[in-house]
């Protein structure tokens, strides 16, 4: 157990749908990160947040976005969404820019 | 070209095995980290590694900077080392990491 939490853990909505996944850190860790898993890209950094502020951006869409509340846990939202977008989400939290702590996952299925 | 490019895509061993997995990435970086990604889909941090060697168990992670490449070693494979290994490179302000494609290892009885 890493001590990283995310809900649900699964989720199976329509097209057109808007979703958000849900990431609680390890007590103490400031920094989220947030990647996407689908089968033909592989795992792929989204985007960070470090003490409430968005830190980097990666490969995530506009239709996509995150926020980190002051009690540190993480909100991603999935808007418009379509059939591409199936994939496991995953957040990690580490205490600065070290050893990343990754949660179990949340599990996507766009109908 | 991909940054990151790891070798073998699919490697079945035998138990008790000496197993290597090689990693190569063409950015500058500021670590190198290994995971191990099990069936059910759990990512677990096995190393973090910016220079030299680290080993827990019986898995050792070497890194050589200048060359740009890593290994991952596991001596005396087990079946339940069967998952997919994964090297991510840790580059960029906000120290980002970027996966390579994995590999799935299969360990038999």
């Known amino acids: 157990d890493s001590g990283v939490t995310q809900t649900p853990k699964h989720l199976i909505t329509a097209t057109g749908q808007r979703v958000t996944l849900r990431c609680s850190p390890r007590?103490?860790?400031?920094?989220v990160y947030w990647y996407q898993q689908s089968l033909d890209q592989g795992l792929q950094f989204l985007i960070q947040?470090?003490?409430?502020?968005?830190?980097a951006k990666g490969n995530i869409l506009e239709r996509f976005s995150a926020q980190q509340f002051p009690d540190l846990h993480s909100e991603l939202n999935l808007s418009s969404l379509e059939l591409g977008d199936s994939a496991l989400y995953f957040c990690a939290s580490s205490v600065a820019q070290d050893t990343q702590y990754f949660g179990p996952g949340t599990r996507l299925t766009v109908l | 070209k991909n940054e990151v490019e790891q070798s073998p895509q699919n490697l079945t061993a035998q138990e008790g095995e000496f197993i290597t997995i090689n990693c190569s990435y063409s950015v500058g970086i500021s670590a190198l980290h290994w995971l191990q990604q099990h069936p059910g889909g759990g990512i677990v941090s096995l190393f973090m590694l910016s220079s030299g060697k680290k080993k827990h168990g019986r898995l050792i992670a070497t890194i050589n900077i200048q060359e740009k490449h890593s290994s991952l070693h596991i001596t005396a494979s087990h079946p339940r080392d069967s998952a997919v290994y994964i090297c991510?490179?840790?580059?960029?302000?906000?120290?980002?990491?970027?996966f390579g494609s994995g590999t799935q290892l299969t360990v038999l009885p």
């Open positions: 991510a490179v840790q580059s960029g302000s906000a120290r980002q990491l970027t």
């Open positions: 947040y470090y003490n409430g502020e968005e830190r």
């Open positions: 007590s103490g860790d400031l920094s």
